[in-house]
């Protein structure tokens, strides 16, 4: 195969996972806010069910928090193929059965799919990987932001699928159930084309240890490295932050301006299109004239800046007027961070590092939708103002201590 098909094929696959991600999205808050979907007891107040709403969300991410270390050094162990098929077939059984528990109307199976996804969905952490065997210090930032592109095409149709395939007043059988019947077809077709046509990027097998409390010990491992533990911190609060927003925008369009599934779905998509012009269309020729750091020192702050302007309108039109900045600025700041990690690290340790790194982005995530559904019934404007405060101070983290940083990272590449 040539130099550039492994890339090819890492993005296809990414872009069909974030399909299936991006389909939960517009259908999950209404699911359990609007009583006449019968997962909760109709008797539940709104506080309650936002609640609910906010452990089920943080169930993906605190499997995943457990399972992605481990599949990560699984992949440094036996190769990124087998495991990324492994992830597969997990997160393809999670739609399956979130799809059942939506139709026997049962809370404990919903949150049971969302936990066996988490687990088995490090899907992203071994893709990463993959990118980095096949890229050089030059090209990553660059092969990084591409396949982050498939993050925006899997923002845009995933949650426009999901939303109309939930929408009964477009096919009369469809309903809350049928995007994840989709979702689980779609995971089934990756895993089919990962076995057939990704080919093993992994030059050189590593040994290293695998077990559940693996996550525990890398977020300790985390702050221990002297090398990586400022930018561990800065990837740690700017994923906390961004999450308060995705993983509460919902409920604030809900509650603000009384979204149903199928708007919530048009603004997300609408997100996706801009994160796709900056991954796809900015990054790669911004990545050629600047460092990760100085395209990061301005995203990340604009990013914090623009992220209050949600609470502004109160017509819900002029919000397609600030989305693409925040879609933009987050879309420019991701990939550059994952490469400041990624460059921190030897080319003998890249599913480790990366893997350390999923564990601190799962903990990011599983963090603000616990915390927002109680902040969110003080006031619903609460988790968007966090969302600001939280990418703010890892800006500014990482400009006290970018010089640090720089000087251990030249270490580490010299060594």
Not at 63 to 72: K, N, S, T, V
Not at 152 to 159: A, D, E, K, T, V
Request: charge should be positive; include cysteine.
């Amino acid at each position: 195969m040539s130099q550039k098909s492994p890339l090819v094929t890492i993005f296809i696959t990414v872009l069909i996972d974030l399909l299936g991600v991006g389909i939960v999205i517009p259908v999950i808050a209404p699911l359990l806010l609007q009583s006449e979907h019968n997962l909760l007891a109709s008797s539940m107040d709104l506080d309650t069910r936002t609640i609910v709403l906010g452990f089920l969300i943080a169930s993906f991410p605190i499997a995943q928090f457990f399972g992605a270390p481990i599949l990560g050094s699984l992949s440094d162990r036996h190769g990124r193929k087998k495991v990324l098929a492994l992830s597969l077939v997990g997160t393809a059984a999670g739609y399956v059965l979130f799809a059942y528990a939506i139709i026997s109307q049962n809370i404990f199976i919903l949150f049971l799919s969302r936990a066996l996804d988490g687990f088995t969905g490090g899907n992203i952490a071994i893709a990463y990987s993959a990118i980095s065997d096949s890229s050089d210090q030059e090209s990553k930032a660059r092969n990084f932001g591409m396949v982050s592109a498939a993050f925006g095409i899997g923002f845009i149709l995933g949650p426009f699928i999901g939303g109309k395939l939930a929408d009964p007043s477009i096919v009369s059988w469809f309903n809350m159930a049928t995007p994840f019947w989709f979702a689980a077809i779609i995971s089934t077709i990756n895993l089919l084309f990962v076995l057939f046509a990704f080919p093993e990027t992994l030059k050189n097998k590593k040994q290293s240890t695998i077990s559940l409390l693996t996550g525990i010990r890398n977020i300790k491992q985390a702050f221990e490295l002297k090398h990586l533990q400022v930018l561990f911190l800065v990837v740690l609060l700017h994923s906390i932050g961004f999450n308060f927003f995705t993983q509460f925008f919902q409920v604030f369009l809900i509650g603000k301006f009384d979204f149903g599934v199928s708007q919530i779905a048009d603004l997300f998509a609408f997100i996706g299109i801009w994160i796709i012009l900056a991954q796809g269309g900015l990054q790669r020729p911004l990545s050629k004239m600047f460092v990760p750091y100085k395209i990061i020192r301005v995203s990340s702050l604009l990013l914090a800046l623009v992220m209050p302007m949600l609470l502004v309108p109160n017509n819900p039109k002029y919000l397609y007027y600030i989305v693409p900045l925040i879609a933009i600025f987050q879309g420019l700041t991701l990939p550059n961070l994952t490469t400041l990690v990624s460059n921190q690290a030897g080319k003998d340790s890249q599913g480790q590092i990366l893997g350390i790194n999923q564990s601190i982005q799962s903990l990011g995530t599983a963090l603000p939708p616990i915390i927002a559904s109680y902040i969110n019934n003080v006031n619903i404007s609460l988790p968007i103002s966090s969302s600001a405060i939280c990418i703010f101070l890892s800006w500014t983290i990482l400009i006290v201590f970018f010089k640090r940083i720089k000087e251990q990272s030249k270490h580490i590449n010299q060594t």
